[in-house]
T-cell receptor, first 114, second 113 residues
Framework: AQSVTQLGSHVSVSEGALVLLRCNYS??????LFWYVQYPNQGLQLLLK??????LVKGINGFEAEFKKSETSFHLTKPSAHMSDAAEYFC????????????FGSGTQLTVLP | DGGITQSPKYLFRKEGQNVTLSCEQN?????MYWYRQDPGQGLRLIYYSQIVNDFQKGDIAEGYSVSREKKESFPLTVTSAQKNPTAFYLC????????????FGQGTRLTVV
């Protein structure tokens, strides 16, 4: 069984501040982990994915995430927020990496304040 | 440009009517998926297809039907048996059924009036 918990349905940061979006997973085996971004009324775009190679994963738009097995976490970070980062972010897990086995978290809405 | 096209972007349906959502991809992907998204929730898998003429139920298939007659197309029909059809529907595809990144369409917002 697998599940994903995203702590904080809404996060607000000031422009230029650190972005930290939290994701904890539950999985019986080391999973594949993903972060997706969704802009209003749009589909999801893959930001980054963890596939058991490097534990620190760099993605698009300056985002990165670190896989911490001991904490069962895969938090998303960006050193300096930009107004264009305002969107909803979803963490997802898959035991095999197969898209049909993706389990999504409930999402975190990121607001960037000027 | 390669991608996934969903149409229409907005759709209104009267209660008791069936409605079909279109999903077309020109990525030459084998696998396609339909997800439902409700406010404050993650995506839930409705149906998926790993190859032409084959499809499997996902977690919330009741009240929905699909077909996969062509590799490029995976339409979703929301039937009158779906009790709460108002939602945002997302179609996705991946190059293969296993271990592959999912690419998403722009979504269709269905509202029952």
């Amino acid at each position: 069984a697998q599940s994903v918990t995203q702590l904080g349905s809404h996060v607000s940061v000031s422009e230029g501040a650190l972005v930290l979006l939290r994701c904890n997973y539950s999985s019986s085996v080391p999973p594949y982990l993903f972060w997706y971004v969704q802009y209003p009324n749009q589909g999801l775009q893959l930001l980054l994915k963890y596939t058991s190679a490097a534990t620190l994963v760099k993605g698009i738009n300056g985002f990165e995430a670190e896989f911490k097995k001991s904490e069962t976490s895969f938090h998303l970070t960006k050193p300096s927020a930009h107004m264009s980062d305002a969107a909803e972010y979803f963490c997802a897990v898959s035991l095999t990496g197969a898209a049909r086995q993706l389990t999504f978290g409930s999402g975190t809405q990121l607001t960037v304040l000027p | 440009d390669g991608g996934i096209t969903q149409s229409p972007k907005y759709l209104f349906r009267k209660e008791g009517q069936n409605v079909t959502l279109s999903c077309e991809q020109n990525l030459n992907h084998d696998a396609m998926y339909w997800y439902r998204q409700d406010p404050g929730q993650g995506l839930r898998l409705i149906y998926y297809s790993q190859i032409v003429n084959d499809f499997q139920k996902g977690d919330i298939a009741e009240g929905y039907s699909v077909s996969r007659e062509k590799k490029e197309s995976f339409p979703l029909t929301v039937t009158s048996a779906q009790k709460n059809p108002t939602a945002f529907y997302l179609c996705a595809s991946s190059i293969s059924p296993l271990g592959a990144e999912a690419f998403f369409g722009q979504g269709t917002r269905l509202t029952v009036v």
